[in-house]
């Protein structure tokens, strides 16, 4: 069985949608994202796995991090990363429902001195799989 993370990451890059966006496969990883990559990127980390149920089925939750120039382009890029939400099977593990609990664009963040620091948006999930 493959790693929940390695099936994440197959659903958000399969298809087109992210890299129409201007997110190429590249810039979809996991846990952190480069300070000197390219923008916009969208990374994900998985905050907790437990049994769902006897039968096999695992509860996963999952952060979704868009990062971005501006705050509207992190906030545009939300409905785009949740439309890659698809059920389905990804590097062996079954991807049965995923229950977005909130989402949230972030305010502007003050790097040092007058710099602004890249956008952020989050997409909080529950992903049930087996």
Same mark, same amino acid.
């Given at each position: 069985?493959?790693?929940?993370?390695?099936?994440?990451? &197959?659903?958000?890059?399969?298809?087109?949608?992210?890299?129409?966006?201007?997110?190429?496969?590249?810039?979809?990883?996991?846990?952190?994202?480069?300070?000197?990559?390219?923008?916009?990127?969208?990374? =994900?980390?998985?905050?907790?796995?437990? %049994?769902? %149920? !006897?039968?096999?089925?695992?509860?996963? #939750?999952?952060? =979704? !991090?868009?990062?971005?120039? !501006?705050?509207?382009?992190?906030?545009?890029?939300?409905?785009?990363?949740?439309?890659? =939400?698809? &059920?389905?099977?990804?590097?062996? *593990?079954?991807?049965?429902?995923?229950?977005?609990?909130?989402? !949230?664009? *972030?305010?502007?963040?003050?790097? =040092?001195?007058?710099?602004?620091?890249?956008?952020?948006?989050?997409? #909080?999930?529950?992903?049930?799989?087996?």
């Amino acid at each position: 069985m493959a790693l929940i993370e390695e099936s994440i990451r &197959t659903m958000l890059i399969t298809g087109s949608t992210l890299s129409s966006a201007g997110v190429p496969d590249s810039r979809v990883t996991h846990g952190y994202r480069l300070q000197e990559t390219d923008l916009p990127a969208v990374t =994900f980390e998985v905050t907790g796995t437990a %049994d769902a %149920d !006897t039968g096999g089925l695992n509860s996963s #939750n999952v952060q =979704f !991090t868009i990062v971005a120039s !501006t705050t509207l382009a992190a906030g545009d890029l939300v409905a785009t990363v949740k439309s890659r =939400f698809v &059920t389905g099977t990804y590097n062996s *593990n079954s991807v049965d429902a995923i229950v977005v609990l909130d989402e !949230t664009v *972030n305010p502007p963040a003050v790097g =040092f001195g007058d710099e602004q620091e890249p956008a952020t948006a989050t997409v #909080n999930t529950v992903i049930y799989w087996s």
